[in-house]
């Protein structure tokens, strides 16, 4: 084989093996009990995904020893991520991302995105909840507004019912692919008051 060739032979097969490196990450909360930081990676999946992608990270004594994966670092553990192709930095994501998580106190944090997740020790533990997990018989069909999604189409939706949490049944109005309006998702205050009553949580929230 020609050495040219056989060079352009072993690139291909270099980029096709894939990969993920760490890029660069940004701390944007940081108390003694618990901190949390965007970590931005470049993944090469080939046939699936090629670019840039973050990852919300939590670290605190209880995460501590956490051992490090591919797309988290030793002694903390992953709260959330994105593709985010085309990013110039950790320190540009910060603002939008973290609008997710809301710091109730200094070991309480809440995630909402496309489910929901509160941790009551510093990311030591987390309760979760998400549509997709709902057993069928809790799934009611609905028909979306014009809105939601094109007239005279139909899914499968949940109705979301905050006083409920406690109870563990929640329902959504609008499926979990659209975009949430205000009256279907509750906004940040709404939110944290709801589990500040209904656990019992005392303190100032965390500011970022």
Known sequence: ?????????????????????????????D??????????YFENLPLHYVGEVYRVQCGSPATASTPAARTQDSGWVS????GVIGSKSAAELVEPVSK???????????WTGNGFQVSFDGCGHFGSWFPSRLP????????????????????????ISWASVSRGSMR?????????????????????????????????RGRW
Request: glycine residues 8%; contains cysteine.
């Open 79 to 82: 709260v959330g991520n994105g």
């Open 172 to 204: 959504s109005r609008c499926g979990p692919t659209e975009r949430f309006p205000s009256w279907c998702a509750p906004r940040r205050s709404v939110l944290t008051e709801s589990l500040r009553s209904r656990v019992g949580i005392r303190g100032e």
């Open 31 to 40: 108390n003694p009990y618990f901190k949390l930081k965007v970590t931005r």
């Open 1 to 29: 084989m020609r050495p040219l060739r056989l060079a352009v032979l072993i690139t291909l097969l270099a980029s096709c093996g894939g990969g993920t490196r760490k890029l660069d990450e940004a701390l944007f909360y």
């Open 100 to 110: 997710s998580y809301h710091v109730i106190d200094e070991r309480t944090l809440v």
């Open 136 to 159: 069928a018989e809790m799934i009611d069909p609905v028909e979306k507004p014009e809105w939601c999604a094109p007239a005279g189409t139909q899914t499968v939706a949940t109705t």
